[in-house]
T-cell receptor
Framework: KAGVTQTPRYLIKTRGQQVTLSCSPI?????VSWYQQTPGQGLQFLFE???????NKGNFPGRFSGRQFSNSRSEMNVSTLELGDSALYLC????????????FGNGTRLTVT | AQKITQTQPGMFVQEKEAVTLDCTYD???????LFWYKQPSSGEMIFLIY??????QNATEGRYSLNFQKARKSANLVISASQLGDSAMYFC????????????????FGKGTKLTVNP
């Protein structure tokens, strides 16, 4: 079974631009979550999607948004980029079994200059 | 609010020895799950082991075991027979409200412990 796939692996953007990151979950997983990882704040929950609906959202500004498609693939978008948005963005999927863990992708490393 | 504390920013261990990575948590929810993940320098988060709050026995997965002390709210990871490939960041995380199957998913992570295995 293929794991969680995130594209691209690396991105360099300029302040004020917007960016879209993509995530393909493990086949059969309908829950997709996004996390931001920075040296200062650590790993922080962004949002979770299940069957194309946002089911939970972390404490991030409205510039951070996401969506999920009918095939469970997910995208997250960050508009009006700020220097502080530089981070590793991790996508994860899981099955609906109660004890199932999150399975993470390799992440997208975003650098904002 | 749930919280995870990992008090060891860095740990060193000799190859083939055992090491314990500490994790304490805080929650008022009686139903929760605790996870440990490994993050090598490549960035991918690798799931290691899971412990449910109602589990009667400590979880084990190969060389990984979890020393779960519910009254103390601690869930320490024990790695036996350390290998050079175990050098990585290790994160403890918690998910609350497991009683609703298929319920909303959110993990709270600790700051992590950087483990270095010396030859």
């Amino acid at each position: 079974k293929a794991g969680v796939t995130q594209t691209p692996r690396y991105l360099i953007k300029t302040r004020g631009q917007q960016v879209t990151l993509s995530c393909s979950p493990i086949s059969g997983h309908r829950s997709v979550s996004w996390y931001q990882q920075t040296p200062g704040q650590g790993l922080q929950f962004l949002f979770e999607y299940f069957s194309e609906t946002q089911r939970n959202k972390g404490n991030f500004p409205g510039r951070f948004s996401g969506r999920q498609f009918s095939n469970s693939r997910s995208e997250m978008n960050v508009s009006t980029l700020e220097l502080g948005d530089s981070a590793l963005y991790l996508c994860a999927s899981r099955s609906e079994l109660m004890r199932s863990p999150l399975h993470f992708g390799n992440g997208t490393r975003l650098t904002v200059t | 609010a749930q919280k995870i504390t990992q008090t060891q920013p860095g740990m060193f261990v000799q190859e083939k020895e055992a090491v314990t990575l500490d994790c304490t948590y805080d929650t008022s929810d009686p139903s929760y799950g605790l996870f440990w993940y490994k993050q090598p320098s490549s960035g991918e988060m690798i799931f290691l082991i899971y412990q449910g709050s109602y589990d009667q026995q400590n979880a084990t997965e190969g060389r990984y075991s979890l020393n779960f002390q519910k009254a103390r709210k601690s869930a320490n990871l024990v790695i036996s027979a350390s290998q050079l490939g175990d050098s990585a960041m290790y994160f403890c995380a918690m998910r609350e409200s497991l009683e609703t199957q298929g319920g909303s998913e959110k993990l709270v992570f600790g700051k992590g412990t950087k483990l270095t295995v010396n030859p």
